[in-house]
């Protein structure tokens, strides 16, 4: 309800897209980063280096709880509705080239 005595029918969230293409580059880059540090652990007991990236590839990854969400919110209009914080979930594989030392 708003002061005027009017109520608000829809409010959406997006992201706009250059915000986004700079979060999914940050978050692409830690997690290279991630990958290439956990790789180099493994790699070192068997002795050998993490060399160059030969490829990575990332997946959207569902929780499950979408449709749940968008159920509960449309059978209920007319609660209060305090947004959380977006959460979006990819997963990740990186490869890297193992050169013997």
């Given at each position: 309800?708003?002061?005027?005595?009017?109520?608000?029918?829809?409010?959406?969230?997006?992201?706009?897209?250059?915000?986004?293409?700079?979060?999914?580059?940050?978050t692409?880059?830690?997690?290279?980063?991630?990958?290439?540090?956990?790789?180099?652990?493994?790699?070192?007991?068997?002795?050998w280096?993490?060399?160059?990236?030969?490829?990575?590839?990332?997946?959207?990854?569902?929780?499950?709880?979408?449709?749940?969400?968008?159920?509960?919110?449309?059978?209920?209009?007319?609660?209060?509705?305090?947004?959380?914080?977006m959460?979006?979930?990819?997963?990740?594989?990186?490869?890297?080239?193992?050169?013997?030392?």
């Open positions: 309800m708003t002061e005027s005595g009017r109520r608000v029918q829809l409010v959406q969230f997006q992201i706009h897209e250059a915000a986004r293409q700079q979060l999914q580059d940050d692409l880059a830690a997690a290279t980063k991630r990958a290439r540090e956990k790789a180099a652990r493994i790699a070192g007991v068997e002795g280096t993490v060399s160059e990236l030969l490829g990575a590839t990332t997946k959207e990854v569902s929780t499950g709880m979408d449709s749940i969400v968008d159920e509960a919110l449309s059978d209920h209009p007319d609660t209060d509705f305090i947004p959380q914080p959460v979006i979930s990819e997963s990740f594989e990186a490869n890297f080239k193992l050169i013997t030392e």
